[in-house]
């Protein structure tokens, strides 16, 4: 389920995903593909790892890179759920042929 709140979507970004909602800054985003295969990438990544261990290991993942990198956006890209969402969002196929935890092939491997 798509829905539009400029006050749940953190300043600086167009869309969260918080299972099951995927949350856009405006009505007009429900129109980008890109967007939204980016956002269901995230929905599928929740559901593998059963949506509350999903959280903490973004949490820790973010935590680890943020004390490497000491930059907040470095850390949030360098997040593997991220690095697979942002990697695979053009190819509105992916999720038909993701396999499963493919987002663990992000972890150690191309770092932004």
């Known amino acids: 389920m798509i829905f539009i709140s ?3 979507v953190p300043k600086g970004y ?3 995903t918080i ?3 995927v949350f856009l ?3 007009q985003l429900r129109g980008n593909q890109v967007l939204i295969n980016h956002e269901k990438i995230h929905l599928k990544q929740q559901l593998e790892l059963l949506i509350i261990p999903f959280y ?3 949490v820790l993942e973010f935590l680890i890179r943020l004390l490497k990198y000491k930059s907040w956006q ?6 593997s759920f991220e ?3 942002y990697g695979n969002q053009n190819n509105l196929e992916y999720l038909q042929n993701r396999k499963i935890w493919s987002f663990l092939k992000y972890i150690c491997v191309n770092e932004v």
Do not use: D, H, Q, S
């Open 83 to 85: 690095r697979e969402a």
């Open 56 to 58: 903490v290991f973004y």
């Open 6 to 8: 400029k006050y749940l």
């Open 25 to 27: 800054k405006t009505k």
């Open 19 to 21: 299972f099951p909602f």
């Open 74 to 79: 470095l850390a949030y890209k360098n997040i």
């Open 14 to 16: 167009t869309g969260i």
